[in-house]
């Protein structure tokens, strides 16, 4: 069954540094998606991405968030200067049209220190 | 602005139970509601998805229904076994493609 697949798994980073999450969709959806959720809260929406452009973002998608679609395969999320309150799991999704097929990745724990 | 809970926030059940997971929405306006597992530290695998067009969806064990006119949803699990043991959560969409997710129920399964 086809997967999403994130790397890595785990990230550890200083406060202040920039990280790129990686994300490979499913290879025919066309829509791309962030979440986060920090321990014990709720799964968060931050972006979704459509035909090369965000399409939706959420409060949270802040300016030091930014997304990228780089070569067609991959689907990064970037965070330029990270701070504790950053640290979570960060979850990519991708889906076929519109909700159909919606899969999520097994996530990346961003630990900020 | 639409909003997700779920009770029970967590459940423990001996072995064999059938149980109801809960969840309430309140704007009924949804395009589809799906239900999620989530293992410790792990990610989120889609169990049943109901369009909102439908009462109701099953697989093996798990049935979901929908009554969107009141805001609620319930999850079904027949015969739990420990192999059951995580965090269901449910997460509603309604016009664009994103996910509100509840806080989920927290279920143990005792052997």
Redesign the interface.
Known sequence: EPEVTQTPSHQVTQMGQEVILRCVPISNHL?F?W?RQILG?????LV?FYNNEI??K?EIFDDQFSVERPDGSNFTLKIRSTKLEDSA?Y?CAS?DL??YG??????T?LTVV | KQEVTQIPAALSVPEGENLVLNCSFTDSAIYNLQWFRQDPGKGLTSLLLIQSSQREQTSGRLNASLDKSSGRSTLYIAASQPGDSATYLCAVTAGTYKYIFGTGTRLKVLA
């Open positions: 829509y998606y979440y809260q709720k799964v968060e929406f979704s399409s939706e959420s799991m979850f889906s519109g909700t919606y899969t999520f990745g097994s996530g724990r």
